[in-house]
């Protein structure tokens, strides 16, 4: 591959559109809308093993000289050769391509691997705030596509029925995926950690860091347009789906978490809190 190739990804409901359309806006940055490597994995196994079985039958009608095995570097090969065919075709003219998909932070030292260790880009949200964003999609997808609506219902699931009960255990996964991730990065140049919380409230100085982190043009003169443009207003009318952005929700769309639950989920995530760089409570 010819172009840089980086990775953008994150916890779902982290941020991660945010960023993933910021960073597309830059003149020399390609990230498209958010990728499927989960499903693009499994194509890729089902098309290998359909080969290989075709050239069994062909083996067997040419003398039976056997056919080689198709082990998992091979099957990694060929995804990895996939990504980055799309990566540099979905990129253009643009000599940074990345691509943005959330199963990269189940998979990090496979795609690190695979890759060639690719510049990676992970957003991180508040926990509580996450838990939040996910309820509120979730049940909007369950409008959407009311055929799928009992495996978006599944993911909102809690002990106890409560949307508190909810965010707790959504804590405990996010803690988990946190924890992995954070073990994994540190120390390694090619990660860098932003949260969503500091793009929008320092979004110049932080677009300024990651777009230096991909060696990108960061003069004031290119982060301007894109820093006008990254409000969820200004996002929303640009999107087919403005509700994506909350443009349209209503008071009774946002749930209240307890504050009881709110410093649980504090104590809880302390240590993660702080090596993700958000302050101490007041």
């Not at 390609?30 to 083996?59: H, I, N």
């Not at 909007?140 to 255990?169: C, I, N, Q």
């Not at 946190?178 to 110049?204: C, H, K, M, Q, W």
């Amino acid at each position: 591959m010819t172009k840089q190739l980086f990775l953008a990804f994150g916890i779902p409901k982290s941020g991660t559109t945010f960023l993933q359309r910021m960073l597309d806006m830059h003149p020399e940055v390609s990230c498209p809308s958010e990728q499927a490597f989960a499903s693009l994995a499994s194509d890729v196994g089902v098309v290998l093993d359909r080969y290989r079985k075709t050239l069994v039958t062909v083996d067997g009608r040419t003398g039976g000289q056997g056919v080689p095995a198709f082990d998992t570097a091979l099957r990694d090969n060929v995804l990895a050769a996939v990504i980055t065919t799309l990566a540099e075709s979905f990129a253009g003219a643009k000599p940074v391509a990345g691509l943005n998909d959330n199963s990269v932070i189940d998979r990090l030292a496979l795609f690190d691997a695979i890759l060639g260790r690719p510049r990676m880009i992970a957003i991180f949200r508040d926990p509580v705030d996450t838990a939040v964003s996910t309820w509120r999609h979730n049940r909007r997808m369950t409008d959407r596509e009311p055929e799928r609506a009992a495996a978006h219902l599944k993911r909102l699931y809690s002990p106890d029925g409560t949307f508190d009960g909810y965010v707790r255990l959504f804590a405990e996964q996010y803690r988990t995926k946190a924890i992995a991730y954070l073990d994994y990065a540190e120390g390694r140049p090619n990660f860098v950690t932003t949260r969503y919380e500091s793009l929008v409230s320092d979004t110049r100085d932080e677009l300024r860091r990651l777009f230096g982190f991909l060696g990108c043009d960061s003069s004031p003169r290119t982060i301007a347009p894109i820093v006008a443009g990254s409000s969820r207003a200004a996002m929303a009318k640009t999107a087919s789906d403005p509700e994506f952005f909350g443009i349209c929700r209503t008071p009774a769309d946002r749930p209240a978490v307890t504050d009881q639950t709110r410093r649980w989920v504090r104590d809880r995530l302390a240590p993660e809190y702080r090596r993700l760089g958000y302050p101490d409570p007041a």
